[in-house]
């Protein structure tokens, strides 16, 4: 696709839910990240892939939280026994590989998680 | 880790009116970018701009690395220049996660 994709853009859950987060990037980016935007806050790193290996998984908050990206394309956020303070958007972005592309990324519109 | 630091918090203007938004980070970084997050929460990519001045319509950017300072300029305001102005940072000159700073709520009144 021309941009890139996250889906769904709204999930609800009830807390102790498991749920999953989709990102498609844009077609050929090899690098792909997840971070997490609170109300009233700049976006938060969570994990980045370069391929199909989690380069960086650095500001993953707990063991609850789990990305992978086994072709080295479409990404999956899973997050196990969902909590009241998971709510946030979820924001996903790639880049492309080499030179001055690899360092600009391009983000998603977001998953609004809400857990009640 | 590194810090971001962007002022002012808050901006309110007349439509046509100029601004100059600013960001201070606490280490030396390889990429620094500027967002544009619209209302409908979608960040836009502004500038790529680890060093040096870019322009691009009616917006420009300036970094001073060796001071540890960006600024973004926005001349002849619109309403639809409205949202938040995001900085962010990586340290590596390779793929790395972005640090943002909390942003500047920009309103334009018209």
């Known amino acids: 696709g021309a941009g890139v994709s996250q889906t769904p853009s709204n999930k609800v859950t009830e807390k102790g839910k498991y749920v999953e987060l989709r990102c498609d990037p844009i077609s050929g980016h090899t690098a792909l990240y997840w971070y997490r935007q609170s109300l009233g806050q700049g976006p938060e790193f969570l994990i980045y892939?370069?391929?199909?290996?989690?380069?960086?998984d650095s500001g993953l908050p707990n063991d609850r939280f789990f990305a992978v990206r086994p072709e080295g394309s479409v990404s999956t956020l899973k997050i196990q026994r969902t909590e009241r303070g998971d709510s946030a958007v979820y924001l996903c972005?790639?880049?492309?590989?080499?030179?001055?592309?690899?360092?600009?990324?391009?983000f998603g519109a977001g998953t609004r998680l809400s857990v009640l | 880790g590194i810090q971001v630091e962007q002022s002012p918090p808050d901006l309110i203007l007349q439509e046509g009116a100029n601004s100059t938004l600013r960001c201070n980070f606490s280490d030396s970084v390889n990429n620094l970018q500027w967002f544009h997050q619209n209302p409908w929460g979608q960040l836009i990519n502004l500038f790529y701009?680890?060093?040096g001045t870019k322009q691009n319509g009616r917006l420009s950017a300036t970094t001073v690395a060796t001071e540890r300072y960006s600024l973004l300029y926005i001349s002849s305001s619109q309403t639809t220049d409205s949202g938040v102005y995001f900085c962010a940072v990586a340290l590596g000159g390779g793929a790395d996660g972005l640090t943002f700073g909390k942003g500047t709520h920009l309103i334009i009144q018209p």
């Open positions: 892939f370069q391929g199909t290996g989690a380069a960086d």
């Open positions: 701009i680890p060093s």
């Open positions: 972005a790639s880049s492309s590989r080499g030179g001055e592309g690899l360092n600009i990324q391009y």
